[in-house]
């Protein structure tokens, strides 16, 4: 069974920083795709930043610029580093990953991702 699980949320002033951490158990990470994702109570989930297996990255506009996601396969880790905080980016924060190896495309598409962590909440005050 897939299992992830996420770390490093907290609370921290605008244009601050923080690191968020997907652990993942259960299978390895190598070959598959990754994402990050965030929800608040008023919006839907919507995806934050995709890494391919291959290491291709894509971001949504929002965070463009700001946020960087990257992977350690080896330890079966991701990562999501977030600098310049805004309060709007206040929300619950997710990684997730596909059941699909070698996926050609989708790492930037919601509807790939098959297994989700249950989120760590970030708060950014102004």
């Known amino acids: 069974q897939v299992r992830l699980v996420e770390s490093g949320g907290g609370l921290v002033q605008a244009g601050g920083s923080l690191r968020l951490s997907c652990a993942v158990s259960?299978?390895?990470?190598?070959?598959?795709?990754m994402g990050w994702f965030r929800q608040t109570p008023a919006k839907e989930r919507e995806i934050v930043a995709g890494?391919?297996?291959?290491?291709?990255?894509a971001y949504a506009d929002a965070v463009q610029g700001r946020f960087t996601i990257s992977r350690d396969d080896a330890n079966n880790m991701v990562y999501l580093q977030m600098n310049g905080l805004k309060p709007e980016d206040t929300a619950v924060y997710s990684c997730?990953?596909?059941?699909?190896?070698?996926?050609?495309?989708?790492?930037?598409?919601?509807?790939?991702?098959?297994?989700w962590g249950q989120g760590t909440q970030v708060t950014v005050s102004s």
């Open positions: 890494i391919s297996w291959s290491g291709r990255t």
């Open positions: 259960g299978r390895t990470i190598t070959s598959y795709h």
């Open positions: 997730a990953t596909n059941q699909v190896r070698y996926a050609s495309s989708g790492y930037y598409t919601p509807s790939t991702y098959d297994y």
